[in-house]
């Protein structure tokens, strides 16, 4: 199958690409090259057979020099940070949701199916902050038992303490962010273009995504920030409730695999919105993932604190992957010590190049990305 990937040389976008490749698939990428150090994966894309195109998702013209034959549309492109669309939330909304308008509207003239990148980000953590927790020696958890007796009508919908955030979860609510709120936009929008014309579009609401090869900053990309500081003895800090706070981790090899399975599907499946995490079994907090990663590494890390969270900011969020295991037979296969191995093998065979892209900015004494 001929398949186009926006933002083809991000992340995810680049190691989809390389993937479905090895899979029999043509590939055609598309990207515009802002995030600094995406035009070092054009390489090896094309080493490996895939078709550069050099287009921004949010101008109509450039979806013209695209080559003719596109069957299925991966839609990776992203503004990924959180932080930055309070400086320039236009930045995120014109990228998160025009954009996805944009590929839409291809969508929809070339009769293409497609496969939508969303996020977890797009529920409120108002909501999810007010859901009862507990505290334990490493991490905040959820509080079964006083969700237990809390009365039946209290209980929202599309929440399970064991099992985490389903796609029922309400959508009203504040506190998800511009970032969130943009992609949310584009979640709604692939819901009703789906609809309304009749185009085959799943929706993945991806948990924090990470693996070997993503360049982390303070901002986004926290897992391999994490690894990396630690590796190079970069200062951190834990931000709001004491390192605590808790993500399930999917790791990008099993994103691949699900995108993989949804293409073959897509044509008997039509249409369909995932919750797709790590779940419980990858879920760690900032103190368990130091902890983890200073005995790989076999030193303390000093680490500062600050006190207030971060705006819009999510203390427990655990992906409900019980609808996508059933429909698709999906789960993740790579294990958190997997997955962070993984990272510190990449980190010890790059070490040269990532010593020089990182250094320190301003006052904070946080480093981030080049």
Not at 205 to 225: E, H, M, N, P, T
Request: a negative charge.
């Amino acid at each position: 199958m001929k398949v186009l990937i926006t933002g083809g040389c991000g992340f995810l976008g680049a190691q989809l690409a390389l993937y479905l490749c090895e899979r029999g698939h043509e590939i055609v990428a598309m990207d515009n090259l802002v995030r600094r150090g995406s035009e070092s994966n054009i390489g090896p894309l094309q080493k490996h057979g895939v078709t550069f195109v050099h287009g921004d998702v949010r101008c109509s013209e450039d979806f013209v020099s695209l080559p003719l034959g596109i069957e299925l549309i991966c839609d990776a492109s992203a503004q990924p940070s959180v932080v930055s669309g309070y400086t320039n939330p236009m930045f995120d909304l014109t990228n998160n949701t025009i954009g996805v308008i944009r590929v839409l509207e291809y969508a929809r003239e070339h009769r293409c199916p497609l496969i939508f990148c969303s996020t977890n980000r797009i529920y409120s953590s108002d909501r999810i902050n007010a859901l009862p927790r507990r505290e334990s020696a490493t991490r905040l958890e959820w509080d079964s038992a006083a969700w237990k007796n809390l009365p039946a009508e209290s209980h929202p919908s599309g929440f399970d303490p064991e099992f985490g955030v389903s796609e029922e979860f309400s959508l009203d609510g504040a506190g998800r962010s511009i970032y969130g709120v943009s992609k949310l936009m584009a979640d709604v929008v692939c819901q009703e273009y789906a609809d309304a014309f009749d185009i085959p579009v799943i929706v993945n609401r991806l948990g924090v995504i990470s693996g070997a090869g993503q360049f982390g900053k303070v901002d986004q990309g926290w897992v391999v920030w994490w690894a990396v500081a630690c590796w190079f003895g970069l200062p951190l800090k834990y931000i709001g409730w004491c390192g605590k706070q808790v993500r399930d981790i999917l790791f990008v090899e099993d994103v691949c695999r699900l995108v993989d399975l949804e293409i073959r599907q897509i044509g008997s499946m039509r249409s369909g919105v995932f919750n797709a995490g790590g779940g419980v079994a990858n879920s760690i907090s900032l103190i368990e993932a130091t902890r983890f990663l200073e005995n790989r590494l076999g030193r303390a890390m000093s680490i500062s604190h600050m006190g207030t969270p971060r705006k819009a900011d999510t203390v427990i969020y655990i992906t409900d992957n019980r609808k996508v295991e059933r429909v698709l037979g999906w789960k993740p296969q790579v294990s958190l010590p997997e997955g962070l191995d993984s990272i510190l093998a990449w980190i010890r065979n790059n070490e040269a190049e990532l010593s020089a892209r990182y250094r320190s900015e301003g006052e904070s004494g946080e480093r981030v990305f080049l």
